[in-house]
């Protein structure tokens, strides 16, 4: 495979984290314009999986700093394409908080994050691929970052294209899933997070939720949006 006239620079980008919190991981590939591959990856023993998804963006964009050219992002994040595609300069304009006042989660990352977006914008595209659906180069990422997480460093390639395994084909292009959408996920009426003994846990229906939580010391909280959940994960600093 060939870096294409269209994208000079190639970026797959994933994140684990065992607990969420808990101890995280991430991983990235990069291919750049002279047919160079590198992996990259590192952890945090307590983070999320949504600081660990914009850290390995942010690690991959500055190894690119002075890449010409256009750069393709690919990641199954719905919440790192949304936050920078969409929602950041609605935070930035209020002062890095929602519209009902809460601070927005992750601060320090989206303000470094666009930092680097900066210095290359409009030259950077970010596309959604659909995580662990057999795309080796999002597998791979998913492989290195989950090592990480659980503190086994795994071996990073670093070398010419020719002599990596993993297929680097850019996948087709898809949108974001409904569900990541605020209005869509208001109108199936959002889901619910609980909080029992230190493990976080999403639920579909209250009956679910209801069930985990009946008659427990946890905590429960019913999200219509991305930036609710942020938001509750944030008030019961796990984030």
């Not at 700093?65 to 936050?83: C, F, K, R």
């Not at 090592?147 to 395994?165: D, Q, T, V």
């Amino acid at each position: 495979m060939k870096v294409t006239s269209r994208q000079n620079v190639l970026i797959y980008t994933d994140g684990a984290c065992s607990g969420n919190p808990g101890p995280g991981g991430w991983g990235a590939i990069v291919l750049t314009p002279d047919g160079r591959v590198r992996e990259l990856g590192g952890r945090e023993p307590a983070t999320t999986n949504n600081r660990m998804e914009l850290q390995a963006a942010i690690s991959a964009l500055r190894c690119v700093e002075t890449a010409p050219g256009l750069i393709g992002i690919y990641t199954d994040s719905t919440y790192l394409i949304s936050g920078i595609t969409r929602w950041l300069h609605g935070w930035k304009r209020k002062g890095w908080r929602r519209g009902d006042g809460v601070a927005i989660l992750n601060r320090d990352l989206w303000e470094e994050l666009d930092c680097l977006v900066a210095q290359h914008h409009p030259r950077i595209s970010w596309d959604y691929v659909r995580g662990h659906q057999g795309h080796p180069a999002n597998t791979r990422c998913d492989q290195i970052a989950v090592a990480f997480s659980h503190n086994k460093i795994p071996h990073l390639y670093e070398g010419p294209l020719l002599g990596y395994s993993v297929d680097l084909f850019p996948p087709k292009s898809e949108a974001l899933p409904r569900s990541s959408s605020r209005t869509a996920s208001a109108k199936k009426g959002g889901w619910y997070l609980s909080l029992l003994d230190g493990r976080l846990e999403k639920h579909q229906t209250w009956a679910e939720c209801q069930a985990r939580v009946n008659g427990k010391p946890a905590l429960f909280k019913k999200v219509s949006s991305p930036e609710d959940e942020a938001a509750a994960l944030q008030k019961w600093g796990l984030a």
